[in-house]
């Protein structure tokens, strides 16, 4: 039943009607949909609908995140990398990728790799890209980007 939101607010906004589609968003997010909370932090995020403003889309993504949304947890480390918050930015990928998220072990590796909100570490790093390339819950693009910086840093330890 909560769902029905989530699909009125899509069909709203795929056909331009983008207050509407907040307002269908927000009824669901009151019924603690995840997926409307994340949709509406990301109508914040982007001012679609909506004035932009981050913190009320931060304060969607993080009561996303209480039902496990994996887009959440995304979103709320892009916000924090956004604000140069480079540590908050890690461990919020890798609560997405704890959860399962392909394509935040490919961020986690970056951060690993760049020492960005953590200490730099390879060896973690090529066990996260593994991790990345071998996931069922990850994009082409991500699947992608993993094997080419495996590539890269195998190439890189063969030199």
């Known amino acids: 039943m909560v769902h029905i939101w989530l699909e ?3 069909a709203a906004e795929d056909a331009g009607h983008f207050e509407s589609a907040r307002i269908f968003f927000e009824r669901g997010a009151a019924l ?3 997926m409307c909370w994340s949709r509406l932090g990301l109508m914040h ?3 679609v609908g909506c004035q932009v403003d ?3 889309a931060m304060h969607c993504y993080k009561q996303a995140w209480k039902t496990r ?3 959440a947890a995304n979103n709320i480390a892009v916000l924090y990398r ?3 918050k480079r540590r908050l930015m890690f461990r919020w990928f890798g609560k997405a990728a704890t959860e399962g998220d392909g394509d935040a072990l490919v961020e986690v590796a970056k951060c690993l790799i760049g020492g960005l909100g953590v200490r730099r570490d390879l060896s973690a790093a090529m066990r996260s890209l593994a991790a990345a390339k071998e996931s069922e819950n990850i994009t082409p ?3 992608e980007e993993a094997e ?3 590539a890269d840093r195998q190439a890189g330890q063969a030199a």
């Open 8 to 10: 009125k607010g899509d």
């Open 32 to 34: 603690g949909d995840g």
């Open 45 to 47: 995020d982007n001012g």
């Open 54 to 56: 981050k913190a009320m």
């Open 69 to 71: 949304d994996l887009c």
């Open 82 to 84: 956004e604000a140069g």
């Open 141 to 143: 693009a991500g699947r």
């Open 148 to 150: 080419l910086l495996l």
